[in-house]
């Protein structure tokens, strides 16, 4: 008896309101997005101001979002995922096997998302959820496993090609706790710790170069940071054994 072929499950029928409650959910995040670009932070991103946009009345958002805060948190998620896919065709459009370019790519594309995104930089990555959320730890750890699964793949790469990195006894110990716990939260729970405390420190850098560059500290001598920028990520190269100069598409 032959089998019985099988096929693909169709996927599952929305009901017309689960629809409009995505729909609502969309729209919602896109106002709140557009009023936090258009007030220069969050001071006046406001539910009856997101309402108005949109086009109902504030007690309809309440039935979809627990709160001002609520709408807050789920748009920073929304601007990590986007953020991600734009890292992520950067890095696709590298040559298979790269990288260097990879890296490079990625801390380019993040630059200038920030640098063109002030507002949205200033909420995910800087001080926006701490002054908003009364406790922000587990949307931290969230958009930290988001990002993780973007770079640890790359530093899991740097670990197999032979890269240098500190024995776990060179790390100081609290320090080490702190790499080891961030590790596993971030999903790199097979690399070792010294390979962990490289991702941490570089993103210390890169990190600290994106704020001079989103808040113009020392924009009189640097100007728009891109020259620094560069010089920065080549150093990393290095670091890691890479091409300090890498063909970037």
């Given at each position: ?6 096929t ?146 790359f530093f ?9 990195y ?48 989103v ?35």
């Amino acid at each position: 008896m032959s089998p019985v072929p099988t096929t693909d499950a169709a996927p599952p029928v929305r009901s017309r309101r689960e629809r409009l409650r995505d729909e609502l959910r969309r729209e919602v995040l896109a106002a709140a997005r557009h009023q936090l670009a258009g007030q220069h932070g969050l001071s006046k991103l406001t539910m009856a101001a997101v309402a108005k946009e949109v086009g109902v009345t504030p007690p309809a958002l309440y039935r979809h979002f627990e709160n001002r805060q609520d709408v807050i948190a789920q748009l920073c998620v929304l601007i990590v995922e986007e953020v991600l896919d734009m890292l992520s065709a950067a890095v696709a459009r590298q040559a298979p096997g790269d990288i260097a370019a990879a890296l490079v790519a990625s801390t380019r594309t993040s630059l200038d998302w920030a640098v063109r995104n002030p507002a949205e930089f200033d909420l995910v990555i800087g001080s926006g959820i701490r002054s908003e959320l009364a406790d922000s730890r587990a949307l931290q750890r969230r958009m930290a496993e988001m990002v993780g699964g973007h770079y640890v793949p790359f530093f899991r790469d740097l670990a197999a090609s032979g890269i240098a990195y500190p024995a776990d006894d060179e790390i100081d110990p609290e320090l080490a706790r702190q790499v080891r716990e961030y590790r596993d939260a971030v999903g790199g729970h097979d690399l070792p710790l010294g390979v962990a405390h490289l991702m941490v420190t570089s993103w210390r850098q890169v990190y600290g170069l994106q704020c001079m560059a989103v808040y113009g500290h020392q924009e009189f001598a640097f100007g728009d940071h891109v020259a620094l920028h560069e010089d920065m990520v080549s150093s990393l190269l290095v670091r890691f054994g890479l091409e300090p100069h890498p063909t970037v598409r």
